[in-house]
């Protein structure tokens, strides 16, 4: 990510701007950040984990989102576009533009948002009091990391890796990783820079 505006912006102001462009931006607190386009494997995880959840929750009260819906973290005063979001809470059926209270957020990592992902998102995540699971899932090898939620502010890892069944307890689901990573390249011409 890279800033697109230096000049700070009320949130107000960001909402209107963002409406104007073709390009999705996030924002955190008055600085507006550019979205990184996407690999080839990037699209293929985030695809194959929304026909995976959305297949899963059709039928009931949660939602799947993928990244063109923004997150609003109130508290922490930005504006996010996670790689994918379900949130169970009817009050996020009250708002269209953006959802606030997800129990559940998935970011596919890259070179470039790595570190963002692992750092100050995972921190403004953890402030979500309706977020029960986050998950990181690698683009260069089948690896997926789930962080729950514990007693109200410990996060646990679980980390897996080729062969295993990933468990989301937030929506009660199992997916076997080789699902998650059908058509994913693992060669070097294809690792996402």
Known sequence: MQKAITKP???DEYL?????????HEY??????????????????????????FNHLR??????????????????NVYYYPDLLVTCDERDRLNRNHKNYPCLIIEVLSESTEARDRGVKFAHYQTIESL??????????????????????????????????IKLQSI?????????????????????Q
């Open 172 to 192: 009660s689901l199992e997916i076997p990783i080789a699902d998650i990573y059908t058509g994913v390249d693992f060669t070097s011409d294809s690792n996402p």
């Open 59 to 76: 039928r009931g009260n949660c939602r799947v989102f993928p990244s063109d819906m923004r997150l609003h973290i109130p508290s922490q």
């Open 9 to 11: 912006l009320s949130v």
């Open 28 to 53: 955190a607190d008055g600085v507006i950040y550019a979205m990184a386009g996407a690999s080839e494997n990037h699209v293929n995880l985030t695809t194959n984990l929304t026909v995976i959840l």
């Open 16 to 24: 209107q701007w963002e409406e104007q462009q073709e390009e999705k």
């Open 132 to 165: 029960q699971e986050y998950v990181l899932v690698s683009q260069s090898e089948p690896r997926v990391e789930v962080f729950r939620r514990y007693n109200g502010k410990l996060w646990l890892l679980q980390t897996y890796t080729t062969g295993e069944t």
